[in-house]
T-cell receptor
C-alpha cells in the first residue's frame, strides 16, 4: 500500500496570509490526525477526523481548522498566519474504527511551513 | 493534556553499545505506550508499542521495559548501529474516549563508530 502523502512538502507564507495543507491517508484508513512539530514544543496534537467528522481537538486557537472529505482525504487550514506558526505539520492516518481501542498511526513526511 | 516526560534530550552511544531512553507519565489512565523513530526530513515511524499488562516487549534489537507502579517506561536499543541515529519519541494514550497520542519531547540519538 502507498503511504501517507502530504502536499505541498514546503511552503513559505507571509504573516497574515492563510494556508491550506493536504493529506491523503493510506487506502482504507478512515481516521486522519494532524500534529504540529516544533523544536520547542515537540509534537502537539491539532485534531482528528473520522468519517468526515472532527472527533478530537487539541489546544490550538480557532485559526487552525480542518476538514475531511468522503474519500478520507483531509485538509487543514491556518488563517491569519503568525511567525509562531512556522513548523512541520504532520498528518497521520490510522485504521481505527468507531468501536475505539488503540490503533497504530502512520505518519506522512510532513509539510514544512515557514512564515516570514 | 497530560504530560509525558522524556529523557535524555540527547544521547551519544558507541557502535555496539546499548542506548537507553526513559519516559515517565502522570496519568494512570494511559494504557498504550508506543515509541516512534524519526529521521531528518521524514515523519515519525512506529517502532514498537506496549500495553501495561506486560512488563517487557522485545522486537529484534529494540526492547520496551514497562514499570506500572513507577509510571515509567523505557526503550533499550541493543547493539546500537550508526543507522539507528535518529530522534526517538515516546508517547501515551488511553483507550477511553479514543484520546490522541501525547508525545514526549524526543531524544536525539547519535551512534558513533
Amino acid at each position: 500500500k502507498a503511504g501517507v502523502t502530504q502536499t505541498p512538502r514546503y511552503l513559505i507564507k507571509t504573516r497574515g496570509q492563510q494556508v491550506t495543507l493536504s493529506c491523503s491517508p493510506i487506502s482504507g484508513h478512515r481516521s486522519v490526525s494532524w500534529y504540529q512539530q516544533t523544536p520547542g514544543q515537540g509534537l502537539q496534537f491539532l485534531f482528528e477526523y473520522f468519517s468526515e467528522t472532527q472527533r478530537n481537538k487539541g489546544n490550538f486557537p480557532g485559526r487552525f481548522s480542518g476538514r475531511q472529505f468522503s474519500n478520507s482525504r483531509s485538509e487543514m487550514n491556518v488563517s491569519t498566519l503568525e511567525l509562531g506558526d512556522s513548523a512541520l505539520y504532520l498528518c497521520a492516518s490510522s485504521p481505527r474504527n468507531l468501536a475505539g481501542g488503540h490503533y497504530e498511526q502512520y505518519f506522512g513526511p510532513g509539510t514544512r511551513l515557514t512564515v516570514t | 493534556q497530560q504530560q509525558v516526560k522524556q529523557s535524555p534530550q540527547s544521547l551519544i552511544v558507541q557502535k555496539g553499545g546499548i542506548s537507553i531512553i526513559n519516559c515517565a507519565y502522570e496519568n494512570t489512565a494511559f494504557d498504550y505506550f508506543p515509541w516512534y523513530q524519526q529521521f531528518p526530513g521524514k515523519g515519525p515511524a512506529l517502532l514498537i508499542a506496549i500495553r501495561p499488562d506486560v512488563s517487557e516487549k522485545k522486537e529484534g534489537r529494540f526492547t520496551i521495559s514497562f514499570n506500572k507502579s513507577a509510571k515509567q517506561f523505557s526503550l533499550h536499543i541493543m547493539d546500537s548501529q550508526p543507522g539507528d541515529s535518529a530522534t526517538y519519541f515516546c508517547a501515551a494514550s488511553m483507550r477511553a474516549g479514543n484520546t490522541p497520542l501525547v508525545f514526549g519531547k524526543g531524544t536525539r540519538l547519535s551512534v558513533i563508530a
